[in-house]
């Protein structure tokens, strides 16, 4: 059993480290593109740290970046992220549990299946607008993920050493 | 699956339940209030010093970059820009007699001007470009405390349409551009007249292009033909405006629906 103290000052610091990726993400990534589109990390900041917490506080985490995605960004819906987020940060938790170790691995796999659920989602909600685009979306996507895959290995390094940090007994 | 059956069996309904009260509220907010969320606001706020800083630091770099640019492009343009300035300045002389007639005209038969002259602008700055790959909007440092409003439309220095504020918080505000997925109004291929309906389409958003549907089967587009915004301003938008130069009929237009 975490001693409260300790279980504020892990989500804090989870806290403060998703900030800093929203921070890099808003003044450098956003000014870059790779194959056409920009390298989009909200995903990998909602999976990564699902992979490491497990699946319950990955789900409750995954929640509040969603929710803050969703205040910072435009979109067609006004809940998107804090709809498909949890979701994400379930299948991430899950997969770490049962079929792969939190690592570099998984986060590929879970950056690749948050990356196929928003995406699909999106894809989902223009075909209810009447402006179906299915196969410009997965193209999107498909870019999307290859844009942000160079960016998995400092994002699991990073969120491995939060959780090292804030793991000390295990 | 036995480990998301224990899961589902002991947390889902309160995952389902806080997702969807956070969904719902959001979405209330979001319909009650006529430009932004409190919370959207407040989170604008927030971040809106560090969309100008990163900005300036941006800009610092560009300008750094501009400076060591070669001239010599610059010389060429200018003297091209010389003798287009020449040429333009004759064909001035040679329509001041036209525009004297047409404004003789204007008067004698009582007409009211296609174009409204735009007043009440606000000078803002770009704070922030796209900031997904499924939404083309920019981030404008001016809101709501300057009277700015969902809706209102943003022009470029030349007067060409930019875009229409979706969001408007109190010091920031965002806009949903041309291209944009949600854009759709009438437009008119300047050469013909033939009318349309410009609507943003995902798979030409990354390009800058509209799709232009509802044209008469008849159409006979050019490459390279002007369309203009024709006046049918959809619902919401503040002021009217006619002129896009931009907007060129591409080389191979796409099929009329």
């Not at chain 1, 994400?88 to 796999?109: D, E, K, M, N, R």
Request: with cysteine; hydrophobic share 50%; glycine share 6%.
């Amino acid at each position: 059993m975490i001693a409260r103290n300790e279980t504020i000052f892990k989500w804090a610091l989870y806290a403060a480290a998703t900030a800093l990726c929203l921070l890099i993400q808003g003044g450098l990534l956003q000014r870059l593109e790779f194959w056409g589109v920009i390298p989009f990390l909200y995903p990998l900041l909602a999976a990564i740290p699902a992979t490491f917490e497990g699946p319950l506080p990955g789900t409750i985490f995954s929640l509040c970046v969603g929710v803050v995605c969703d205040l910072l960004l435009p979109g067609p819906i006004p809940c998107l992220f804090t709809l498909i987020f949890p979701l994400i940060g379930l299948c991430a938790g899950l997969l770490s549990q049962s079929w792969l170790p939190a690592g570099f691995l998984c986060s590929l796999v879970s950056a690749a299946a948050a990356f196929l659920l928003t995406d699909s989602f999106r894809c989902l909600i223009l075909w209810m607008q009447g402006k179906a685009a299915w196969q410009a979306g997965a193209l999107v996507m498909v870019r999307e993920f290859c844009a942000a895959v160079p960016f998995l290995v400092p994002l699991t390094l990073f969120y491995r050493s939060v959780y090292r940090k804030t793991h000390l007994d295990d | 699956m036995i480990g998301l059956k224990n899961f589902l069996k002991q947390h889902g309904l309160w995952v389902l339940f806080a997702a969807a009260v956070l969904s719902v509220a959001m979405a209330v907010m979001s319909v009650l209030s006529a430009n932004s969320s409190p919370l959207v606001n407040l989170t604008g706020i927030l971040v809106s010093p560090f969309r100008a800083g990163y900005t300036a630091v941006a800009n610092w770099f560009n300008d750094l970059q501009n400076y060591y640019k070669d001239t010599t492009d610059l010389l060429a343009e200018n003297a091209a820009l010389r003798q287009q300035i020449a040429k333009n300045e004759e064909t001035i002389r040679e329509a001041e007699a036209a525009v004297a007639e047409n404004e003789l005209l204007h008067q004698l038969l009582d007409l009211t001007r296609k174009r409204r002259d735009l007043s009440n602008f606000e000078a803002c700055m770009v704070t922030e470009h796209a900031v997904s790959n499924w939404t083309s909007s920019l981030t404008l440092n001016k809101g709501t405390s300057l009277d700015i409003q969902v809706g209102d439309c943003v022009i470029d220095a030349c007067g060409n349409l930019v875009g229409v504020v979706s969001k408007a918080g109190t010091n920031w505000s965002t806009v949903l551009t041309l291209v944009d997925t949600d854009t759709s109004l009438g437009a008119q291929v300047f050469r013909t007249k033939e009318l349309g309906v410009a609507q943003g389409d995902f798979s030409l958003m990354r390009e800058n292009r509209l799709r232009l549907d509802y044209l008469p089967a008849d159409c006979t587009l050019l490459p390279g033909d002007i369309v203009v915004t024709s006046g049918l301003i959809p619902p919401g938008w503040s002021s009217a405006l006619w002129w896009n130069p931009r907007w060129t009929i591409p080389a191979r237009p796409p099929t009329p629906f």
